[in-house]
């Protein structure tokens, strides 16, 4: 069995973003014995040709992105036949998986008590989709554990630069895959513009759990979080 990891990556420093990723799958390496485990990021050049090149057999694609749509469904797909990779299965991405969606849940309880919680996302100018996630995902977290919590996005509506009411003891959890820009820079720079005053917590791709997570999704070996993706959308 092959297993591919593949994110986005950055494209301004993709030497960094592809250590990253490599590092995971070895995580999740040795969580799969007998399993190839491989990793490639869509920034670097050339990275997803030379993973599949590597591969021993034709196997399953981890997407390590938040929301499933054009780039898992469209893009992911022609940049795997342009690698010369066929037969490869695309499972649904990191951030549609129910366990992970659990696993920001858990994060969030282990660092209670907190006044609000603010999910930091991505979102998207282009797609409805990612923004509904995180929204419905935020939804879950205020309901189950009693405390207000807020959606808030570095691309659309409503931003996180624009939220309010986070006083002292606010948790901010960044629902992100990898600690790249996004979250080493923009989502700080957004709080500091809000006037966020709370914690914030390390993102969800980061939580040591993660691996695990992965390896479940792959034994898996079907699109397990496609119902959580259509849901999302009703929001």
């Known amino acids: 069995m092959t297993l591919l990891l593949v994110s986005h990556g950055q494209p301004s ?5 592809e250590a990253e990723l490599a590092a995971l799958a070895a995580a999740v390496r040795r969580l799969m014995p007998g399993t190839q485990v491989l990793s490639a990021t869509l920034a670097a050049p050339g990275a997803l040709a030379r993973a599949a090149a590597r591969a021993e057999t034709p196997g399953q694609v981890y997407p390590l992105f938040m929301a499933g749509g054009w780039f898992t469904r469209v893009q992911l797909p022609v940049r795997l036949a342009e690698a010369g990779a066929k037969g490869w299965t695309i499972l649904e991405p990191m951030g549609c998986d129910p366990c992970v969606h659990a696993l920001a849940l858990e994060i969030l309880r282990e660092n209670l008590p907190a006044g609000s919680i ?3 996302a991505h979102g998207s100018g282009k797609s409805p989709v990612p ?3 995180a929204t419905r995902l935020a939804a ?4 189950e554990l009693g405390i207000r919590t807020q959606a ?8 996180i630069a624009e939220a309010s009411g986070h006083g002292p003891d606010a948790l901010c959890l960044p629902f992100f895959a990898a600690n790249l820009t996004h ?14 005053q709370g914690r914030v917590l390390p993102a969800v791709g980061l939580d040591p759990r993660l691996p695990a997570l992965i390896a479940e999704a792959a034994r898996a070996g079907k699109a397990i979080c496609a119902e959580t993706c259509r849901a999302a959308q009703t929001v």
């Open 13 to 17: 420093a993709p030497e960094s973003a």
């Open 118 to 120: 603010m999910l930091a």
């Open 131 to 133: 923004a509904a996630i």
């Open 140 to 143: 879950r977290i205020a309901q």
């Open 152 to 159: 808030g996005f570095l691309e659309q509506s409503p931003r």
């Open 183 to 196: 979250v080493t820079e923009d989502v700080p720079e957004a709080l500091k513009a809000a006037g966020f």
